[in-house]
């Protein structure tokens, strides 16, 4: 295996182990974008506060892995955002329901750290499931 690949992996690997908290795993620049809005979140306090306001403040939350597969200098992670809504998120107040949305995430890594995370998160689904009619 590529050293690329595992420090790929040992970056990825810190990145989850800590709920997504670990700042050294962050590169200082990083940018996380929301594939369905556009919406960016830049630096360290930037990021950690959007998946801080997705698994704890909007919703209490975790991710359950299904696919993971690192690369030289990209990582991809599929599955699942499991949880219950217990505050407002894209405008619905907290409907207490449990949810269960597919999500994936493509990493890019420079100098093994992440420097952009892309975020497909199904809103339909997630729509679907608070029973709220999107638009």
């Keep these: 295996m590529s050293v690329s690949i595992e420090s790929t992996r040992e970056t990825m690997q810190r990145y ?3 709920a997504h908290g670990d700042v050294s795993t962050l590169a200082e620049e990083v940018v996380f974008t929301v594939m369905a809005t556009g919406q960016e979140n830049r630096g360290h306090d930037g990021v950690l506060g959007m998946l ?3 698994y704890h403040v909007a919703f209490e939350a975790t991710a359950e892995p299904r696919v993971t597969i690192f690369g030289e200098s990209n990582a991809l992670w599929e599955g699942e955002f499991v949880g219950q809504h217990i505050g407002d998120f894209a405008g619905v107040p907290a409907t207490g329901k449990d949810v269960r949305v597919p999500l994936a995430v493509v990493y890019d890594l420079e100098n093994g750290k992440i420097t952009r995370g892309r975020i497909y998160f199904e809103m339909p689904a997630l729509f679907q499931q608070l029973g709220i ?3």
């Design 133 to 135: 009619q999107p638009g």
């Design 16 to 18: 989850f182990d800590s």
């Design 52 to 54: 801080n306001y997705f």
